[in-house]
C-alpha cells in the first residue's frame, strides 16, 4: 500500500477521531479527580478518625491497585453482579479513581505543609474550622501542591492509552485497529507516539507557565520577584 494515501486516508483520520475521545477522557478526568483528591486529602488531614481512616483505605487501594487490573473490574467484573458501565463510562470512572489518589497525596503534603497556627488565627477572627481550612489553609495549600498535580496531569494523558483495553476506542484504539487491519503497526505507533508526544509537550509548557505564574516566592525553589532592572 502507498504511504501518502494510507496516512492521509486511513490512519490520520482515525487517529483524529481517537484524539478526540482520549481529550473527552482527559478532560472529564482531570477536574473530577482533582476535586475527589482534594476532598480525600481534606479527610485526611482535618476528618474525625473514621473518615482519615476510611480516607486513607481509599489511596491505599486505588494506588495500590494497577490501572489495568481496575479497568478489568469495572468492566468486565461489574455486570456480573448487575453493575454495567459499559466501555467509556468504565475507562473514565478507573482514571478517575486512580487520578483522585495520586492527586490527594500532593494534596495532603501541601496541606500538612500550612503551619497550623493560621487555622487557629481563621478560628480566632470567628470562622468555623470548615471555614478556615476552605478559605484560608486550601488556597495556600493548592499553589504548593501545583507541581504535583501538574505532574499528575501528564501522566493522565499517557496512561489514557490504557482505556483501549476496555473497548475505548481513542488513540491507541484507533491505531490498533487500523495496525492490525492493514499490518502498518510501525506506520500507526509511530504515529501514536507523536500524538502523545505533542499532548505532553504542549501540556508541559502549559503547567510550567501555571506554575511560574502561581509560585510562592521561596517555595519550592520559586524566584523572589525583585523592582524591573534588579
Do not use: H
Not at 494510507?6 to 476535586?35: C, E, K, R, S, Y
Not at 470512572?93 to 495520586?102: E, P, R, W
Amino acid at each position: 500500500m502507498s504511504q501518502i494515501p494510507f496516512w492521509q486516508d486511513i490512519l490520520l483520520p482515525a487517529l483524529w477521531d481517537g484524539l478526540w475521545v482520549t481529550m473527552q477522557l482527559v478532560i472529564m478526568t482531570a477536574p473530577l479527580g482533582f476535586l475527589l483528591g482534594l476532598l480525600v486529602a481534606v479527610s485526611r488531614v482535618y476528618g474525625p478518625a473514621p473518615v482519615k481512616w476510611l480516607a486513607q483505605l481509599y489511596v491505599i487501594f486505588f494506588r495500590g491497585c494497577p490501572l489495568l487490573v481496575l479497568l478489568f473490574i469495572l468492566y468486565f467484573g461489574l455486570p456480573s453482579i448487575g453493575i454495567v458501565l459499559g466501555s467509556f463510562m468504565s475507562a473514565l470512572v478507573g482514571f478517575i479513581l486512580c487520578n483522585s489518589a495520586y492527586n490527594s497525596e500532593y494534596l495532603r503534603g501541601a496541606l500538612q505543609s500550612i503551619k497550623r497556627g493560621q487555622l487557629l488565627a481563621a478560628r480566632s477572627l470567628g470562622m468555623t474550622k470548615a471555614q478556615g481550612v476552605l478559605y484560608v489553609v486550601v488556597p495556600q495549600a493548592l499553589r504548593r501542591a501545583l507541581p504535583g498535580v501538574s505532574n499528575e496531569f501528564i501522566y493522565l494523558i499517557k496512561y489514557s492509552s490504557l482505556a483501549y483495553v476496555v473497548a475505548v476506542i481513542e488513540l491507541t484504539g484507533a491505531a490498533k485497529i487500523i495496525a492490525s487491519k492493514y499490518f502498518m503497526y510501525f506506520e500507526a505507533f509511530a504515529a501514536v507516539g507523536i500524538f502523545y508526544l505533542v499532548l505532553v509537550t504542549i501540556t508541559t509548557f502549559g503547567v510550567t507557565w501555571l506554575e511560574k505564574k502561581y509560585a510562592i516566592p521561596g517555595v519550592s525553589g520559586a524566584a523572589v520577584k525583585t523592582e524591573k532592572g534588579q
